[in-house]
C-alpha cells in the first residue's frame, strides 16, 4: 500500500498511501543510531519490535482518548497513519533525573522529579537539536502560544497515561521524547513514534535498562532488551 516515499529518517521512512489521501505509511528500520548519529549500527528485527511496541503504545493511548496520528499496524514493520505537518520540536517529559538534564543541571541520576519537568528542543540535526525555551519555540517554529499551551497540556496527559501503562507491567518511565504534527483540520496530535528509541525505561526491581541506553552505552544486547519489552506489554493485555 505504500506510494511515493516522501522522507527518509535515521529511523522510519515516510511514504504516501497509495490510494488513500491523506494518509501515510511509516516504514520503520532496522537502523539504529545514537548520539546525533555518531554511533549506528544495523540489527535486523529491529524494525518488526519497534513497530510492534510503538503500534501497541499507540493503541493503548487511542483507547484511553489521547489524540495521535495512529490508525493500524498493517505489517510486520509499517503503520498506517493521518498525515500530519510536524511542528520541529521535541517535546521531553522527565520522571526522574538521567541522562543530560543529570549532567546539565548537576543532579543526581534516579532523583525523582516532581512535578515532571518539560524541555523543549529545536528539531534541527544540523544544530544538534539544542534545548530552548517557550519564546525560542515561539520564534523558531510556526508553532502559536495556544498550540503550545495545548501541547504540553497533552504531553503531561499522555505521560499520566504512560506511567500507567508502564508501572501495570513493573517498568518505571524514567523520560521520553514526543512530537507533534498538525491534521489537515489544523488540530494538533501525537505523532512520530513512541518506542523504547524515544524513551528510557528501568526495571522497576533492578533498575535493568529496558530503552536504547542499552546501545548507547554499550550494556546490553538491543534485541534482546527490546523483545523483553514487548513480551511485557503482550502479557499485560
Known amino acids: 500500500m505504500k506510494g511515493k516515499l516522501l522522507y ?3 529511523a522510519k521512512r515516510v511514504y504516501q498511501a497509495d490510494g488513500q489521501p491523506g494518509k501515510l505509511v511509516l516504514a520503520y528500520k532496522n ?4 548520539f546525533n548519529g555518531e554511533k549506528k549500527d544495523m540489527l535486523p528485527g529491529k524494525a518488526d519490535l519497534n513497530n510492534a511496541i510503538s503500534s501497541h503504545i499507540f493503541h493503548e493511548l487511542n ?3 489521547i ?4 490508525i493500524e499496524k498493517v505489517s510486520a514493520t509499517e503503520q498506517l497513519v493521518h498525515a500530519s505537518e510536524i511542528i520541529p520540536l521535541e517535546v521531553v517529559v522527565r520522571n526522574i533525573a538521567a541522562g543530560s538534564i543529570a549532567k546539565r543541571l548537576g543532579i543526581q541520576a534516579g532523583t525523582p522529579l516532581t512535578p515532571s519537568i518539560i524541555e523543549l528542543f529545536y528539531k534541527n540535526d544540523d544544530l544538534n537539536d539544542p534545548l530552548i525555551n517557550d519564546d525560542h519555540a515561539l520564534f523558531l517554529s510556526d508553532v502559536t502560544q495556544p498550540e503550545l499551551n495545548d501541547i504540553k497540556t497533552q504531553a503531561l496527559e499522555i505521560n499520566r497515561q504512560l506511567i500507567k501503562l508502564f508501572t501495570d507491567v513493573g517498568i518505571e518511565l524514567v523520560d521520553f521524547k514526543l512530537e507533534f504534527g498538525r491534521l489537515s483540520d489544523g488540530s494538533v496530535v501525537l505523532s512520530d513514534e513512541i ?3 524515544t524513551c528510557r525505561l528501568w526495571d522497576i526491581q533492578t533498575r535493568e535498562n529496558l530503552d536504547k541506553d542499552v546501545f548507547r552505552n554499550g550494556t546490553g544486547n538491543l534485541l534482546e532488551v527490546y523483545e ?3 513480551t511485557r506489554l503482550e502479557e499485560a493485555r
Open 67 to 70: 489524540r495521535t496520528h495512529f
Open 195 to 197: 518506542s523504547p528509541d
Open 228 to 230: 523483553k519489552l514487548m
Open 8 to 10: 527518509e529518517g535515521k
Open 63 to 65: 483507547d484511553r482518548g
Open 31 to 34: 537502523d539504529v543510531t545514537a
